[in-house]
């Protein structure tokens, strides 16, 4: 991904001035959730892995995965779990 060029920003308009920070506001929201998204996704593979790995007499770990906080991560309601 390019950087755009920082704009003089004593040459720009008040109306100009707001486009950018919704500009970049929308791009920062959209990059967050992108964010949230690969984490849970990188967190539900190695939870397979981890059942792969470890005898679980046919039962898989992720019946074990607190679906509910998950969820709650992916839609930031709450934070994600410190990595160790």
């Known amino acids: 991904m390019e950087a755009d060029a920082f704009p003089d920003l004593a040459s720009l308009a008040d109306e100009e001035l707001k486009g950018l920070i919704e500009r970049y506001q929308t791009e920062e929201r959209e990059v967050s959730f992108r964010r949230r998204m690969l984490h ?3 967190d539900m593979l190695r939870t397979e892995l981890v059942a ?3 005898e679980s007499g046919g039962k898989s ?3 074990d995965v607190d679906v509910e906080r998950l969820t709650d991560i992916l839609a930031a309601k709450a934070p994600p779990p410190n990595p160790e």
Do not use: A
């Open 40 to 42: 849970g996704y990188i």
């Open 61 to 63: 770990v992720l019946e």
């Open 52 to 54: 792969r790995l470890r």
